[in-house]
């Protein structure tokens, strides 16, 4: 079992080269402040701003005429915590994540994809160092997707940074700092220190009161796969709940129903296209006329394939991102007005390379980290994340996998720890951001 922690880093001992002044810097966005710093330091940079008019075709030939780009630089809108909203999350994507994989897919086309090239990507207060740190969710869509062009492009280097709205870093700490995560998380500026997540081993050493009622009503939202089949069979076996499944009523749906009822374990299923708000809506009016009140609910997300990034539309990218977004703080809304004692963020994620991410996918994943963290300080429940780990191995290790999963759940649904991450058996987590020699004693 794994939880994130935030440490302190001196980034003068860990920097990358400064880039040359003589360096094609290319500036994303209408920022006028930065403008002026940048070519200051940098006096062949460029500024494009990529609008929703502009296409790949557009993009690509103002890149092509500002001749070899060696470094491009994007820092987020300002932070503004007043107008953070549902529908900023949304139309945010605009100002972010879209403009971002348009500019990528124009690159491709102009042959950077086997080139060497610096990015440099910052956002404003979406990342959360502080427990009771206010934050704007909007842009980390970025982490998931900068993630998905480092493991695609190996060529290039992408800085991935989360800024502070008061109080940013110079200019010099900017383009030298560290790169992030390579699990889509970002070093991070606050109070004028830098910060790196590792993941820390933790052990349970006493047992507590669990958030888990029992006889409990329970709704699990987009159920389908061998995780939310392990899952429920626990939860009935255990404390005898009462779950609801809500998702798209096909062959994966209906074979995890009729398995658990083959083994004696009933689930209630309401058809339902979570990612459709309406539909959503409907599905827990019904329930609600079944039930006097909802205990708990589960937000099940598992890695779903897509095309390679160099294959992918933006059209495509686009609807979809927009549509995860919305459906998210759908359900939120959904949710929210119930008396919950917890909501559970499950993501199930395997382990197999080859098998490619979908791009809009695994931004929204890491939009949803951001906005859990959000709706943590909003909502009275509990509000839990937890990556389940579910590689394809051996009966005996997938025994003991489905233990550990279980374990890391009850420790998770116990303790005030937010988020727990499992790590199988093939160390399908990079190895370089867990730190084996601290250890969390939960107590």
């Known amino acids: 079992m794994l939880t994130p922690v935030w440490q302190k880093y001196d980034w003068t001992k860990t920097a990358h080269a400064d880039p040359s002044v003589s360096n094609q810097i290319l500036l994303i966005g209408d920022r006028e402040t930065l403008r002026h710093e940048i070519r200051e330091y940098y006096p062949n940079a460029h500024v494009v701003v990529i609008s929703t008019k502009h296409t790949v075709d557009d993009v690509a030939r103002e890149l092509e005429a500002l001749g070899t780009i060696e470094h491009i630089l994007w820092i987020a809108p300002d932070f503004n915590s007043l107008a953070v909203s549902d529908e900023r999350f949304i139309v945010g994507q605009e100002e972010g994540a879209i403009p971002i994989f348009r500019l990528m897919k124009s690159l491709l086309r102009l042959g950077y994809g086997n080139a060497r090239l610096d990015w440099t990507m910052a956002t404003i207060q979406a990342t959360a160092v502080h427990k009771h740190e206010t934050i704007d969710p909007t842009h980390a869509s970025i982490y998931g997707l900068a993630q998905l062009m480092r493991q695609q492009f190996p060529h290039w280097n992408i800085r991935l940074l989360d800024l502070e709205a008061d109080a940013q870093p110079s200019l010099a700490e900017l383009v030298m700092s560290p790169v992030g995560s390579a699990q889509g998380v970002p070093s991070v500026y606050r109070n004028g220190e830098w910060y790196f997540q590792e993941l820390i081993p933790v052990t349970n050493r006493r047992t507590k009161p669990t958030l888990i009622k029992q006889r409990g009503v329970y709704v699990v939202i987009g159920a389908a796969g061998d995780a939310a089949e392990i899952w429920s069979e626990y939860m009935i076996r255990t404390y005898e709940a009462r779950l609801i499944w809500i998702g798209v009523n096909d062959s994966t749906m209906q074979g995890g129903l009729n398995h658990l009822a083959t083994r004696g374990y009933r689930i209630e299923f309401i058809p339902a296209d979570t ?74 994620a395997g382990s197999s390379v080859e098998q490619l991410e979908d791009s809009s996918a695994a931004a929204s994943d890491t939009f949803k980290r951001a906005f859990a963290h959000r709706l943590a300080l909003q909502w009275p429940c509990a509000i839990k994340v937890m990556n389940w780990g579910s590689e394809k191995l051996p009966p005996q290790e997938a025994q003991q996998q489905t233990v550990d999963n279980l374990q890391a ?7 005030s720890i937010h988020q727990m991450t499992i790590m199988g058996p093939s160390g399908s987590l990079n190895k370089a951001n867990i730190n084996l020699q601290q250890t969390i004693v939960m107590v």
């Not at 609807?319 to 199930?348: H, K, M, W």
């Not at 759940?409 to 303790?415: D, G, S, Y």
């Open 275 to 348: 990612e459709n708000a309406a539909e959503l809506s409907r599905a827990v009016q019904e329930i609600k006329l079944r039930y006097s009140h909802i205990d708990g609910a589960v937000i099940m997300d598992k890695l779903r394939s897509g095309a390679a990034l160099a294959q992918e539309e933006v059209g495509r990218f686009r609807s979809q991102l927009l549509a995860n977004i919305a459906v998210n703080t759908a359900i939120a809304q959904l949710i929210g007005r119930e008396p919950l004692d917890f909501v559970l963020y499950l993501r199930t």
């Open 409 to 415: 759940l009850e420790v998770l649904l116990t303790h």
